[in-house]
């Protein structure tokens, strides 16, 4: 049976999406991690490998994952493909009919989503082309030669050059939302634009089954007298109220159509001829009615304009007070998790940022100037027989502390998870802790201090003091320990993108901008 999933479902599944990110139960982070890219693939930074969607790689993501932010409602948008006016193009019009057996003409779309019928101008405003100059003559439309600024209720054309295009005013893009969510390839649509006072204007003077533009398909042969206005012609349908002017050339054929009362209520019409008094002549004209969207133009952008995209935008920066992004490592990878719950609890996590890395104060002779490579290896003994270890992450000489991040390439596995015969530390992953029992002990391995620094087991809070100045550490440390804000592995990945490794440093700001296409 032939059936297809229409466009009106995924704007709806985009719109639902929107809506849920207020909810506790939907939250959504956006996360950055994998310090040690190049240990997976030694040419990732020229070519990041294409992620893995199964369970395994999963577990991967979250072992590696560094950070993550909250994405809130302000931070997320409906977009659409960014459309410019350039002068010189040709732009598609608005139809209501494109389809297989009606492409539009110019950019080849069979439905209208994907076609180039609006514009964003150079002053971020947004217009629909209800006109681009078809004619008999140019049935493909013509080049648009003057950019549309006026912000005009009523369509209008831009300038004085004739180029046949009549355009309509929606929307400006607000300056705090061309910051978060314009990009190369997408702009945003306002988030409230059915109760917003911003777009009232545009959004009342919509009117439902309304007519704003007739096609010249044919001009028709010996109409009457020459260069004769016919006006009040009515516009026959399902509607009522629409009329047109039509006005004769020279050759007694019709020269343009203008659609002088829009009517209401059309989902379909024809231009009756006969009851305006038009000649029809040895050949009859013909004329063909665009009919506006669904409560009319600038009723509901999200359904003209097809926001079937979202936007979700974050920003990575550093925190004094909160320090949950690390400096001085790597990041290859960023995406987006949805209802994390906090460490250790089956509760949505709700923190603004949370560190997802495991962090240990280190106290001993030396730890202000004791160094720790990146990705390096360190170790303790936690009891007879048995060793934790873990990669770096960073190490703060001003604080001794060490955050660190353990996976299967310490426990047995290479990086690129082969098994070894005979792994150094056996084959189980043990945990840093501050109370080793046997043979172990707070010491921690690596690093370049030789007798090596401890876990400092008697420091327990949020923030230190040395030297009369308050250092926030971003995790709460007990027994010199502070366990990851997420619980891992917890809620559902739903984006990953895989990327060239970028070196955080203490004054860097990273913008991430994910669009989700439904």
Request: hydrophobic share 35%; aromatic share 10%.
């Amino acid at each position: 049976m032939a059936a297809i999933i229409t466009d009106q479902i995924r704007i709806l599944n985009a719109r639902n999406f929107l809506s849920g990110i207020t909810t506790t139960g939907s939250s959504y982070y956006s996360f950055i991690g994998l310090p040690n890219a190049t240990d997976i693939s030694s040419v990732w930074d020229n070519d990041p490998p294409a992620p893995v969607d199964n369970f395994d790689n999963e577990n991967q993501i979250w072992d590696t994952m560094i950070g993550l932010k909250k994405i809130t409602s302000s931070d997320t948008r409906l977009v659409v493909p960014k459309i410019e006016w350039r002068s010189g193009n040709t732009f598609d019009m608005y139809r209501h009919d494109y389809s297989t057996s009606n492409a539009a003409k110019v950019s080849g779309a069979t439905n209208l989503y994907g076609a180039s019928f609006y514009v964003m101008n150079s002053d971020y405003r947004v217009y629909v082309c209800l006109e681009n100059g078809t004619t008999p003559e140019t049935p493909n439309g013509a080049p648009s030669l003057d950019e549309p600024t006026f912000v005009d209720l009523e369509p209008r054309a831009a300038g004085a050059s004739g180029d046949g295009y009549i355009w309509k005013y929606l929307y400006t893009i607000a300056p705090g939302d061309i910051v978060k969510f314009d990009s190369t390839n997408y702009i945003p649509v306002p988030g409230d634009w059915g109760d917003s006072t911003t777009n009232a204007a545009v959004r009342d003077n919509a009117v439902d089954g309304s007519i704003k533009t007739v096609v010249i398909k044919n001009r028709g042969v010996a109409l009457g007298t020459a260069n004769a206005v016919y006006t009040n012609v009515p516009i026959k349908g399902s509607g009522t109220g629409a009329e047109c002017t039509i006005t004769m050339n020279a050759d007694s054929q019709v020269e343009s159509v203008v659609v002088s009362s829009q009517g209401s209520g059309y989902t379909w019409g024809n231009v009756d001829l006969v009851a305006g008094g038009v000649p029809v002549g040895t050949t009859r004209p013909v004329l063909d009615v665009v009919i506006s969207p669904q409560g009319g133009h600038g009723a509901d952008i999200y359904r003209e304009l097809g926001a079937k995209n979202v936007l979700m935008y974050s920003r990575f920066e550093n925190d004094i007070q909160n320090p949950d992004f690390i400096t001085g490592n790597q990041i290859a990878r960023v995406g987006i998790v949805q209802a994390p719950n906090t460490f250790g609890t089956n509760t949505p996590l709700s923190l603004d940022k949370a560190s997802a890395v495991t962090a240990l104060r280190l106290t001993g002779i030396g730890y202000s100037s004791a160094t720790y490579d990146a990705d390096s290896f360190v170790t303790q003994t936690v009891g007879t027989g048995i060793t934790a270890v873990a990669r770096v992450v960073s190490y703060d000489q001003s604080t001794g502390v060490l955050k660190v991040w353990q996976d299967q390439s310490q426990s047995g596995f290479n990086t690129v998870g082969a098994a070894i015969t005979n792994p150094q530390y056996g084959f189980d992953q043990a945990d840093f802790t501050a109370s080793p029992t046997g043979d172990g002990s707070l010491t921690i391995t690596g690093g370049s201090v030789a007798e090596g620094l401890s876990i400092d087991s008697t420091f327990t809070g949020v923030s230190t003091v040395i030297n009369n100045r308050t250092y926030y550490l971003g995790q709460s440390f007990t027994n010199g320990i502070a366990n990851p804000e997420v619980a891992k592995y917890s809620g559902n990945i739903i984006y990953v993108d895989n990327r060239p490794s970028v070196t955080r440093s203490t004054n860097q700001k990273e913008d991430i901008k994910v669009i989700l296409q439904f």
